[in-house]
C-alpha cells in the first residue's frame, strides 16, 4: 500500500508570493491534516480535513488555508508568504478522525522563503 | 489535549535498553497515550500506543500506571539507527476531530 505523498518535496519562493501544496493520503483514509515544523517552534498543527470540511484549526493567521477534495486528497495554501514561513510542512492522513487514530506522515515538503 | 513533559535528551549505547518517560497529570479519562518517533527531515513515524497498563509490540513497550499520570516508553537493544526524537503525545477519542500537540520530543543519541 502506498504511503502519504506529497508534492513538491521541495520549494523556494519570495516573500509576498504565495504557494500551494499538495498531499496525497494512503488510500482509503478520510482524515488529513497539516502540521508546520519550525526549528524554534517544533511540530505545529495547522488544521485537519475530514470528507472535505475542517475539523479543527490551529492558531495560525488566515494566510493559512486549506482544501480536501472529494478522492481525500488535501491541498494547503500560504498566501503573502513572509521569511518566518520557511518551515517543513508535513501531511498526515489517518483512516478516520480523532486524536486516538494512528496518523501516517508524509515525507513532507520543505520550503524555503527568500 | 493534556500537556506533557519528556527529557529533552539521553544518551545510550548500542545494545542498551531504553526507558523515556512522559509525564502528563493533566491526562483526561478518554486520553489514550501515544508515541511517535521521527527521524531528521522526515515526518513523525506512530511507534505504539495504549491506555492503561502495559502494551507491547514488535518495536517497543509502553508502560502506564494505574493513575495514568505518567508512562514509560521502553526500547530493547537499541541500535545507532533507533537515534532520533521520540514524542509522547495524549489525545482522546472524545476529542472533536484530530490535533496532534506535539512537546519537544525527547532525542535520542545512540552511540556504539
Known amino acids: 500500500k502506498a504511503g502519504v505523498t506529497q508534492t513538491p518535496r521541495y520549494l523556494i519562493k519570495t516573500r509576498g508570493q504565495q504557494v500551494t501544496l499538495s498531499c496525497s493520503p494512503i488510500?482509503?483514509?478520510?482524515?488529513v491534516s497539516w502540521y508546520q515544523q519550525t526549528p524554534g517552534q517544533g511540530l505545529q498543527f495547522l488544521f485537519e480535513?475530514?470528507?472535505?470540511?475542517?475539523?479543527n484549526k490551529g492558531n495560525f493567521p488566515g494566510r493559512f488555508s486549506g482544501r480536501q477534495f472529494s478522492n481525500s486528497r488535501s491541498e494547503m495554501n500560504v498566501s503573502t508568504l513572509e521569511l518566518g514561513d520557511s518551515a517543513l510542512y508535513l501531511c498526515?492522513?489517518?483512516?478516520?478522525?480523532?486524536?486516538?487514530?494512528?496518523?501516517?506522515f508524509g515525507p513532507g515538503t520543505r520550503l524555503t522563503v527568500l | 489535549l493534556a500537556k506533557t513533559t519528556q527529557p529533552i535528551s539521553m544518551d545510550s549505547y548500542e545494545g542498551q535498553e531504553v526507558n523515556i518517560t512522559c509525564s502528563h497529570n493533566?491526562?483526561?479519562?478518554?486520553?489514550?497515550i501515544t508515541w511517535y518517533q521521527q527521524f531528521p527531515s522526515q515526518g513523525p513515524r506512530f511507534i505504539i500506543q495504549?491506555?492503561?497498563t502495559k502494551v507491547t509490540n514488535e518495536v517497543a513497550s509502553l508502560f502506564i500506571p494505574a493513575d495514568r499520570k505518567s508512562s514509560t516508553l521502553s526500547l530493547p537493544r537499541v541500535s545507532l539507527s533507533d537515534t532520533a526524537v521520540y514524542y509522547c503525545?495524549?489525545?482522546?477519542?472524545?476529542?472533536?476531530?484530530?490535533?496532534?500537540?506535539f512537546g519537544k520530543g525527547t532525542t535520542l543519541s545512540v552511540s556504539s
Open positions: 498526515a492522513s489517518s483512516m478516520t478522525s480523532g486524536s486516538d487514530n494512528e496518523q501516517f
Open positions: 488510500s482509503g483514509h478520510r482524515s
Open positions: 480535513y475530514f470528507s472535505e470540511t475542517q475539523r
Open positions: 493533566n491526562i483526561a479519562t478518554n486520553d489514550y
Open positions: 495504549g491506555y492503561k
Open positions: 503525545l495524549v489525545g482522546g477519542a472524545n476529542q472533536a476531530g484530530t490535533a496532534l500537540i
